[in-house]
């Protein structure tokens, strides 16, 4: 049982480009969070998706956006970056919403 | 907004020693979480706590809900060099909350 992967593992970006991360969730999992996790620090909430629809949002701009697909898998857009979102992007997916179970990670740079 | 205290920030301990980190928050949870996350990899689930005063274990590693709910701790007994690693505590607080909310870690070393 395949658990939750995410691609690229890597990625260079350029100040002001836009960048996109895929997920896909743990097999019978239908809900899925993004994270984004600082040097030295804890995940922090980006959104969670269910049934193809943003249900809740942490404290991120606008810039952050995301979707979920009809298999559950999603993606993570981020526009306009900046140094400052160079960063570790986690996926969760979880059944119930608080148990979640993280993919390897995509590590962001932006330089 | 709602923030984890997380203490102590790293320790350094022998192999066989047993290890205690605790989690704190000015609000309450209904439900805490303990990861570990190794070097470039994701964080892994080891314990789920769902009721105040719960006491669960999962092999060495044994974990409690505090009763007030605004509190957690994790022991480790007789730890092995493949503990290394840093530890989270996470909270979620329901009701449509903000998703978990993650202290900033506890960091093992192992000394030899």
């Known amino acids: 049982d395949a658990g939750v992967t995410q691609s690229p593992t890597h990625l260079i970006k350029t100040r002001g480009q836009q960048v996109t991360l895929r997920c896909s969730p743990k097999?019978?999992?239908?809900?899925v969070s993004w994270y984004q996790q600082a040097l030295g620090q804890g995940p922090q909430f980006i959104f969670q998706?269910?049934?193809?629809?943003?249900?809740q949002r942490g404290n991120f701009p606008d810039r952050f956006s995301g979707h979920q697909f009809p298999n559950y898998s999603s993606e993570l857009n981020v526009n306009a970056l900046l140094l400052g979102d160079s960063a570790l992007y986690l996926c969760?997916?979880?059944?119930?919403?608080?148990?979640?179970?993280f993919g390897q990670g995509t590590r962001l740079t932006v330089v | 907004g709602q923030q984890l205290n997380q203490s102590p920030q790293s320790m350094f301990i022998q192999e066989g020693e047993d290890v205690s980190m605790n989690c704190t928050s000015s609000?309450?949870?209904?439900?805490w979480l303990w990861y570990k996350q190794d070097p470039g990899e994701g964080p892994v689930l080891l314990i789920a706590l769902y009721k105040a005063g719960e006491l669960t274990s999962n092999g060495r590693l044994t974990a409690q809900f505090g009763i007030t709910r605004k509190d957690s701790f994790l022991n480790i007994s007789a730890s092995i060099p493949s503990d290394v690693g840093i530890y989270f505590c996470?909270?979620?607080?329901?009701?449509?909350?903000?998703?978990?909310?993650f202290g900033k870690g506890t960091h093992l070393i192992i000394q030899p």
């Open positions: 609000s309450i949870f209904n439900t």
């Open positions: 996470a909270g979620y607080s329901g009701g449509g909350a903000d998703g978990l909310t």
């Open positions: 998706y269910y049934e193809e629809e943003e249900r």
């Open positions: 097999s019978g999992h239908d809900t």
């Open positions: 969760a997916s979880s059944l119930y919403e608080y148990e979640a179970f």
